[in-house]
Structure formats: C-alpha cells, structure tokens
C-alpha cells in the first residue's frame, strides 16, 4: 500500500540539525536530521524530552528512530513559539511570568546519575568552573579574534580569564537544579494554548539563577527594565528561597547572565564565520548592552577596569566584521 505524504523543510536553528515537517493526512510530524554530533541532537535530545514528559512539561516526543540514518521522527508542537506570541503584545508580564512558573517545575526534576535510552548510557554533568570558562572562552576565541584586530589575544584572555575566574567562583548556590541551558523566548512554543519546551538536548545540572538569567537577558528581545525587574522578583517569590539566601540570588544571577553574554558574543560571531549564518550578527549590539547593565554589580569592578584597559570597546560593539 502506497503512503502518500508532504515534506517540507522548516526554519532551524543554531544547532548542526535541519527540521522537516511531514503531513501524512490531517497529521503531521517532524523530522529532525543531524548533520553532527548524532549522539547529543537525536538520542540525548529523546531522552531529555522522554524526562520531561514524564514530569507533565510538554516536549517533542520520539515517534520513530532512523539513527542509523541520522534521524528521529518527534511529535509536531506546532510552529508558533512564544516569541511570536508576545513580540508585539503591550502587557508582556502575566505571560512571562508563566515561563518564571515553568522554569520552577524544570527545577524540581531531580535527575537521576545515569539514564539508559536505546540502549545508550545518558549522564548529566554538573555545570562546572570547566564548563563555565568553556563557554566564556567563546568571545575570546571567536568575538576577539574576528572583530579587532592587532591585539595580544594570548595576554588578554589570560588576564580576564583570571578575573573571570575569581568571579565564578563567587557563585552561590551549587549546582543542584535541572538546567535547561537554553531557555528564552524561541524555544518555548505555544501548543493549543499550552506551554512547551523545545532545544533541549543541551540540558545540565546547574545553578538555580541560569535559565533565570538566559530567560530574562534574552538577547533576542529587547525587555523593558522593569518587566525584567519584575521577573526577577517573581522568581524569588515563587522559588521559596530561605530568607538567608534571597542576597545572593541578584549576584548569581548577575555573574550568569555576564557568563552567558560573553559567551553568545562568541557563539554568533562563530555561526557567522564559521557556519555562514549572518543573521545572528543583528543581536550582537542588545548583547553588548545587556552585558554592560549587569557589570554594574560592584562584583565586577576590577572586570570593568581591566575591559576599559584591554578591549577597544566602542569598535567592538559597532559589530563590524
């Protein structure tokens, strides 16, 4: 018997995969292929989405494996993401304040060490000093590099790294808490009126604040500072921390959102040269921006004083490559 069905490719992401929505009937489908790293876009990916099913969080779930082929077939959540849904709406804060409400749910996944999918043994690092300077190293390696020129890159990454490093080990709480690690506007959908979670093969055990920080510094979108404000006091008051721990919460938060900001200058600057995706270079100036209201915590005096000393600042936020 002859199946008839339609395939069309739709928008992707920063990622090495490409979607494909297939119509068979009134049902569709979607076709993730991973063009690398296999191992993490399509059996991590199931898996993380299989947890958070489980824990009623709305996710994409696995129909069928080609890994051979370097597929899955997942569950269709639609194509309106809440970027799309709250871009040009005026009272933005109810309905941001349900992503706050979602972020909590995600933290209350306990993980287990080690899962076991399609035979395949999954473990969860904790988002470690390692993994943070990793990360952060992007806007040394990609940003720096490509965006000025007749600079001692070597000797500059060596002395912020230092400072970045006194800096991260400031941090507060410990690494305890399911960390979506990807978490703003885009990946979020909207499914018949319900919330889902999308892009999350990245997932970590990591700090309570992060997903907070990625949520509302979301380069993506220009937030007023008192929805931001308001946000932020939101999550405090839903999280129930102790009394004892609510000061440390702004200075996490800070210390990951800088963390994550330097980071995404390197990663767009990356999927331009690298990966020949300019698009991204357009959220390089809200980056800068967001980075420098941050480093206004005095936990990032000496941060400030050596960026003043070292970077040529003004060119490096022009976004000229």
Known sequence: MRINYK?????????????????????????????????????????V????????????????????????????????????????????LKDYKKLIELIIKLQKIKLKNQYYFSGKKIKFSKYSLSHLHKESDLFFDWHLKYCSKNLNLRKIKKILRKELNNIYKKLYFKNNYFTHRDFHA?????????????????????????????????????????????????????????????SYLKNDFDILSVQRNLKILGIFVRLYKRDKKPNYLKYLPHTWSLLERRMRNPIFNRLNILFKKHLPLKKLKKVKI
């Open 186 to 246: 885009s990946n979020i959908m909207m499914t018949k009126k319900r919330l889902s979670l999308i892009d999350s093969q990245d997932a970590i055990i990591g700090n309570p604040l992060y997903d907070v920080a990625s949520l509302i510094d979301d380069v993506r979108i220009k937030m007023q500072k008192n929805l931001q404000d308001n946000l932020f006091k939101h999550y405090i008051k839903k999280s129930r921390f102790k009394a004892k721990d609510q």
């Open 7 to 47: 395939l069309k490719k739709i928008s992707g992401d920063a990622s090495f995969r490409e979607f494909y929505r297939v119509k068979r009937k009134n049902k569709t489908s979607i076709i993730v292929f991973a063009r690398k790293e296999q191992y993490k876009n399509l059996i991590v990916y199931s898996a």
């Open 49 to 92: 989405n299989k947890i958070l099913n489980s824990h009623n969080i709305l996710s994409p779930k696995l129909l069928k494996n080609y890994y051979k082929d370097n597929m899955i077939e997942i569950t269709d959540l639609g194509d309106k993401s809440f970027y799309d849904y709250i871009k040009n709406k005026k009272d933005k």
